[in-house]
């Protein structure tokens, strides 16, 4: 007897297909997934689940699916799922690492170079016909080459972003609880400092950290005091790792020149005041989202689930 699996949100239809070769499966389909009455209702049969970094998964879902054996992230974070809750449970917890580094880090340059040169803010401009022809100070922003960039957190995808940086012949630092070993500071040129010093001496701030008590607000209002008037700031992480309402804040007072964030406190919910300013370019979490990505995201999360549930130790555990 095939195993039921519950799919919260639409999946890539190859990844669908394989799940229902090996699985009874139970949703996939619906772009905007269950409400949590649902999923709870949906999951109490299932043995696994395939979520979204947008579901929670926590104690009162996971109370509600006696039979379930497995969760599978769609997602490399899994900040949205309680792994002690689980772990209590046995229920084993998969994410999706390594797959999604470089796309990431292209979004992350895509996003920086954005707001540096004020690229949404030109389009808007000129699609609405603005645009009466060449002028010496018309968006002027800020130039890349020499500067530093500052990365906080540098795992696998900080470091794609610090060889990326070459490129600009930026000087890169970093701040992360780990530290590279010298052959990998070496290679990527990349000199460790503390994170306050980091953020007082850096042009360029990009988060790379995830999520977990220790970064929550690690960007808090104190921090961005610290940091220098002219900088960017750029989020490509998660959320809740900036204080958002004080980067609103700084940025409407030009205490910072600019940020652009891919990641928001509430997604998909985001301070108003944001939506207001034109020194934020603001993208809808779309950091991982190329085709061959994301079917690489979902095929793994999919390998996972079934791996898990024909008793096997899945490649990408978490717990
Ligand atoms: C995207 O944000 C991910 O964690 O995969």
Redesign the pocket.
Known sequence: MKPKVLVTRRLLPEALAYLQEHARVEGGKSRRGLTRENLKAKIRDKDGLLCL?VDQIDRDIMDSAPRLKIIA??????DNIDLGEARKRGILVT??PGV?TET?ADLTWALILATARKIPQSDRFTRNKRFRGWELDLFLGKELTGKRLGIIGMGRIGMAVALRARTFRMEVVYFDPCRLTPQEEKTLKAAFVPLDNLLASSDIITIHASLHPGTYHLISAENLRLMKKDAILVN???GPIVDEKALARALARRQLWGAGL??YEKEPAIQPELLRLDNVVLLP?I??ATYETRLR?AMMAARNLIQGLKGGRPDHLVV
Do not use: E, I
């Open positions: 970094l992230n769609c997602a490399v974070g899994f994410n999706t999604l990431t490509v992480a998660r891919d990641v979490h950091g991982s995201m």
